[in-house]
């Protein structure tokens, strides 16, 4: 059973427009919440992460927002760019921090 | 740094032959883990090792076992491979409080 769930396998967006990817997740224990981007051929590699007692967490052009009413996190990237084209995978932990559960990924392309 | 490493890069293998992924990691972490990705699965935790010594079971585990071998170097190894287990096998560290984990880039296997 997917804990954690990305229902848009993929997204295309004109450069400078803003890209918003979805996360949603259905245990109430997990506390935080990571994004992770992925270049074929690569590993993937850490964007932006978030504690449940924040719902805010921005770091240049990338916010992520966190509503734990929802279960539900989202990644903003403002404005977008070519290589942000990746894919974007969501990954939460909760508990000891030892295991974490990703989704499926949503491949998002920047339309120069 | 070296980061992750993780070898080899590509392996065929027939169905029932075994073999060993090896990964090391130069940046004193204490925990490391092996993931599969699959197409529409996302990632998912076979084995993780929160500290020297220690190993655990991760969402998919069957088939596989793992040995860490010192702080540095984690590996898996197929006793008896099955088509089932082709894939992309990703190693990943993580080091004390901080979630974040640093990915290796991957191995591409194939079951035959």
């Known amino acids: 059973d997917q804990q954690v769930k990305q229902n848009s396998p993929s997204l295309s967006v004109q450069e400078g427009r803003i890209s918003i990817l979805n996360c949603d997740y259905t245990n109430s224990m997990f506390d935080y919440f990571l994004w992770y981007k992925k270049y074929p051929a690569e590993g993937p590699t850490f964007l932006i992460s978030?504690?449940?007692?924040?719902d805010k967490n921005e770091d240049g052009r990338f916010t992520v927002f966190l509503n734990k009413s929802a279960k539900h996190l989202s990644l903003h990237i403002v404005p977008s760019q070519p290589g942000d084209s990746a894919v974007y995978f969501c990954?939460?932990?909760?508990?000891?921090?030892?295991?974490?559960?990703f989704g499926t990924g949503t491949s998002l392309t920047v339309i120069p | 740094n070296a980061g992750v490493t993780q070898t080899p890069k590509f392996q065929v293998l027939k169905t029932g032959q075994s073999m060993t992924l090896q990964c090391a990691q130069d940046?004193?972490?204490?925990?490391m883990y092996w993931y599969r990705q699959d197409p529409g699965m996302g990632l998912r935790l076979i084995y993780y090792s929160a500290s020297e010594g220690t190993t655990d079971k991760g969402e998919v585990p069957n088939g596989y076992n793992v040995s860490r071998l010192n702080k540095r170097e984690f590996s898996l190894r197929l006793e008896s491979a099955a088509p089932s287990q082709t894939s992309v096998y990703f190693c990943a560290s993580r080091g004390g409080a901080i979630y974040e984990q640093y990915f290796g880039p991957g191995t591409r296997l194939t079951v035959t």
């Open positions: 978030i504690s449940s007692i924040k």
């Open positions: 990954a939460a932990s909760g508990g000891t921090g030892n295991q974490f559960y």
């Open positions: 940046m004193n972490h204490n925990s």
